[in-house]
């Protein structure tokens, strides 16, 4: 039930999103070895056809990914900032 949620609101995020939404940056970490999330890959490549700048990572690349985040707001980046996390990547989210 959850999944079917989940991947509703995803499909409902998609839709209504357009060139308007293209300062958005979006993080999606997979989980645990990243086997049983391949799909966030598949996500990140439908944000970036809307686009959407989206990057799926691994969840042991958090460090490295705050620090990018950190980084470029001390640099004076606004985008919008979404993160996503699958499993063990949500809670390294």
Do not use: P
């Not at 940056?25 to 999330?37: A, I, N």
């Not at 919008?80 to 063990?88: A, D, F, P």
Request: hydrophobic share 45%.
């Amino acid at each position: 039930m959850k999944a079917i949620l989940a991947r509703a609101l995803l499909a409902i995020a998609l839709v209504s999103c357009n060139d308007a939404y293209a300062q958005t940056r979006v993080y999606l970490l997979r989980g645990w070895f990243g086997v049983f999330s391949t799909g966030m890959d598949t996500v990140a490549e439908e944000l970036q056809t809307k686009g959407i700048k989206a990057e799926a990572i691994g969840h042991l690349e958090w460090r490295s990914t705050a620090s990018k985040i950190v980084d470029a707001r001390a640099a004076g980046e606004k985008d919008r900032l979404v993160l996503i996390g699958h499993s063990q990547g949500a809670n390294n989210v």
